[in-house]
């Protein structure tokens, strides 16, 4: 089991950027999967972004973001990242990371994940 603190969110207008980043503490391997997911009021959880550490840190996005939203991660610092950029009111959510052990591969499924960070606030102004 891991623990996962997420920072980074805040309030910004449309076409805005922010990154946020998600603290890993504890053992990871190449068997895991790191992802995040977003949640707005009233909205199913989305999956948004994720990395899978046992297939060369392939990495996976929603249609909703892909060309705006790059997911990486700092090894040496055990830190995963979403750099947003062009940021819509759409966007506007909670976001958390996540992370999977023996998925391998990227993966925007929530199934697979079992921890999981508590979030942070991405607000999005037209």
């Known amino acids: 089991q891991v623990r996962l603190v997420e920072s980074g969110g805040g309030s910004v207008q449309a076409g805005g950027r922010l990154k946020l980043s998600c603290e890993v503490y504890?053992?990871?391997?190449?068997?895991?999967?790191l992802a995040w997911f977003r949640q707005a009021p009233g909205k199913e959880r989305e999956g948004v972004a994720s990395?899978?550490?046992?297939?060369?840190?392939?990495?996976g996005y929603a249609n909703s973001v892909k060309g705006r939203f790059t997911i990486s991660r700092d090894n040496d610092k055990n830190t995963l990242f979403l750099e947003m950029n062009d940021l819509k009111p759409e966007d506007t959510a909670r976001y958390h990371c996540?992370?999977?052990?023996?998925?391998?591969?990227?993966?925007?499924?929530?199934?697979?994940?079992?921890?999981w960070g508590q979030g942070t606030q991405v607000i999005v102004s037209s």
């Open positions: 996540a992370a999977a052990r023996n998925c391998w591969d990227w993966n925007l499924n929530p199934g697979p994940y079992t921890d």
């Open positions: 504890g053992y990871i391997d190449r068997t895991y999967c």
């Open positions: 990395i899978g550490l046992g297939a060369l840190d392939s990495t």
